[in-house]
């Protein structure tokens, strides 16, 4: 079954540090988003991804993110300066149709950052 | 403002024993979808109900939505150990496509 797959599983960096996560969304799907979800609290919609743009943004996406579909399979998440409270772990997902349409999303097993 | 809220926070029943799970929000939602995850791992799309839908069915779970009281619940019968997860709703609010999370319900299972 296809699936979403993200690397690294986990990455620990030091404060300040550039950190890359990467997902392959399931190939026949148009629509990408990362989410990140702090230990214990909820998760939380950071960026959506469409036709090559961002399509919606939440307020952490300031701008020390930056995502990237560099070449129409992988699709990234860049942290260009990372904060202690960037700790987190960050779930790829995509959908083949919009949310308010058949809506569901697949996600990844998540990338979990841990800055020093 | 949390747009979805599930309570409880944390459910502990014996196996076999049906687990039920609440969901409020507060805006108008378009859909409203309940995900699994398993403890550090990714999440799973489990059922979505449509703002004119009252109950759907999927298996051993059953939703319905109460779109007056802005509020769904998730019913799991005959449980098992392997529904030991987190459920979380989330919704999909009218003019825009992104999924909003609730703060999730801790099902265990007791063999």
């Known amino acids: 079954e296809p699936e979403v797959t993200q690397t690294p599983s986990h990455q620990v960096t030091q404060m300040g540090q550039e950190v890359i996560l990467r997902c392959v969304p399931i190939?026949?799907?148009?629509?990408f988003y990362w989410y990140r979800q702090i230990l214990g609290q909820k998760v939380e919609f950071l960026v959506s991804?469409?036709?090559?743009?961002?399509?919606?943004k939440s307020e952490i996406f300031d701008d020390q993110f930056s995502v990237e579909r560099p070449d129409g399979s992988n699709f990234t998440l860049k942290i260009r300066s990372t904060k202690l409270e960037d700790s987190a772990m960050y779930f790829c997902?995509?959908?083949?149709?919009?949310?308010?349409?058949?809506?569901?999303?697949?996600f990844g097993e998540g990338s979990r950052l841990t800055v020093l | 403002s949390q747009q979805g809220e599930e309570d409880p926070q944390a459910l502990s029943i014996q196996e076999g024993e049906n687990a039920t799970m609440n969901c409020s929000y507060k805006?108008?939602?378009?859909?409203l979808q309940w995900y699994r995850q398993n403890s550090g791992r990714g999440l799973v799309h489990l059922i979505l109900?449509?703002?004119?839908?009252r109950e759907k069915h999927s298996g051993r779970l059953r939703v319905t939505l109460d779109t007056s009281k802005k509020s769904s619940s998730l019913l799991i019968t005959a449980s098992r150990a392997a529904d030991t997860a987190s459920y979380f709703c989330?919704?999909?609010?009218?003019?825009?496509?992104?999924?909003?999370f609730g703060t999730g319900t801790r099902l265990t299972i007791i063999p």
């Open positions: 991804f469409y036709n090559n743009e961002i399509s919606e």
């Open positions: 109900i449509r703002s004119n839908e």
């Open positions: 805006t108008s939602i378009n859909n």
């Open positions: 190939s026949n799907h148009l629509y």
């Open positions: 989330a919704t999909i609010n009218f003019g825009n496509e992104k999924l909003t």
């Open positions: 997902a995509s959908g083949r149709a919009l949310p308010s349409n058949t809506g569901e999303l697949f």
